[in-house]
């Protein structure tokens, strides 16, 4: 793996006893001695710390509108101190990277994937030239679970006002910390930027309370599945709109009704009137078999067409059973129809159900 990128915890991370892989071009932790179920059961109980500093930190210092061009959200209306959830399409209306957008005050923040993060710098230069400032010197910490707001308030006490997607830069002993009460487990919990040669350290310090442990990749996807998250890469790439994906509710009316100058409008905006001809819907196998990434889906156990496909899926700790998600066609979308999977040659019954699998716990 020597040509793969580390992140400044990388050594922490051996020492912790993580076992590595690669992943969107780096080495990761894929899980720690503890393992991937209880991983995932220590987060939904009390707090995992995850590292994702691969992900791709940008600033933007633009009008909102510029950025807004590239998005069928609504950036000009984002207050300050607020973050959104964002996607940028193509000309199609295919989804090009999901993102967060923060505006903080007199420049804008965005996180984006890791694996997107180069294509995406350029989408931003093309469009914003110079506005456009990557951030490679800051580590980026995900704090997550119901026990999350302890731990961190004993560090910088103001996150306890903070709401679900609320964004702040504090003071600290760590230097200063971009926060936002964020995150991708379905769990209350914070995004930490923090300044590299202060990442090991702060992890140290966060790791150093009993609620918290390390938290691989492993339980990372398992936790996002149960909350019904899509991963670009997997559900969402370019093929995929944002209405096929059930993200149109990212699209605020503003950007349907009036400033519908985005990328792929013609298509999303169809598609929002009049409904995509597939979805992305939650699948719950029958038996204790996952269904995985590109297993065929059909309407009954004889048809040789597929209805859809799984995109995700994985054993849910939590709803201790096999969850998948994936595509299939609208007539076959409903929550409660029962469709077949096709494994190893035979059909297994698997439920059309309704996402999440878990119910989230932001902070609202």
């Known amino acids: 793996m020597s040509d793969l990128k580390r992140t400044g915890l990388y050594d922490l991370h051996l020492e912790l006893g993580a076992k590595m892989v690669s992943f969107a071009g780096w080495e990761m932790p894929v899980q720690y001695p503890m393992g991937v179920l ?86 931003l230069r093309r469009a914003l030239g110079d506005a456009v400032e990557p951030v490679t010197n800051r580590a980026l910490l995900a704090l997550q679970g119901p026990k999350s707001e302890d731990v961190l308030a004993e560090i910088t006490p103001s996150v306890v006002t903070m709401r679900f997607m609320d964004v702040a830069v504090v003071d600290s002993d760590f230097g200063d910390l971009w926060i936002s009460r964020s995150g991708y487990a379905g769990e209350d919990g914070f995004e930490i930027s923090v300044a590299d040669d202060r990442a090991e350290v702060l992890a140290r310090a966060l790791l150093a309370h009993p609620s918290v442990a390390p938290i691989g990749l492993g339980a990372r996807d398992s936790l996002r599945l149960e909350a019904g998250l899509p991963l670009y890469g997997s559900d969402l790439d370019t093929t995929t709109t944002p209405v096929e994906a059930d993200l149109g509710w990212a699209i605020q009316k503003v950007r349907r009704t009036a400033r519908t100058g985005f990328p792929g409008a013609h298509t999303i905006l169809n598609q929002l009137s009049h409904g995509p001809a597939r979805r992305r819907v939650g699948l719950a196998p029958k038996g204790r078999a996952p269904m995985r990434a590109g297993v065929e889906l059909f309407a009954n156990d004889t048809d040789q067409t597929p ?57 609202r």
């Open 307 to 363: 209805v859809g496909h799984i995109t995700s899926g994985a054993f849910g700790p939590s709803v201790e059973a096999p969850i998948s998600m994936g595509y299939v066609a609208t007539e076959h979308s409903a929550p409660g129809t029962l469709l077949y999977g096709e494994l190893r040659g035979k059909r297994l019954p698997v439920a059309v159900t309704a996402l999440p699998f878990r119910p989230a716990t932001y902070k």
């Open 38 to 123: 209880k991983e995932h059961l220590h987060t939904r109980a009390d707090a995992g710390l995850f590292d994702v500093s691969h992900m791709g930190q940008i600033i933007l210092r633009t009008d909102p509108a510029a950025l807004e061009a590239l998005v069928p959200v609504d950036v000009i209306g984002l207050p300050e101190g607020r973050q959104r959830y964002a996607l940028f399409t193509n000309d199609e209306g295919g989804i090009l990277d999901d993102l967060m957008i923060a505006n903080r005050g007199d420049h804008l923040f965005v996180v984006v994937n890791a694996a997107m993060a180069e294509q995406d710098v350029a989408h």
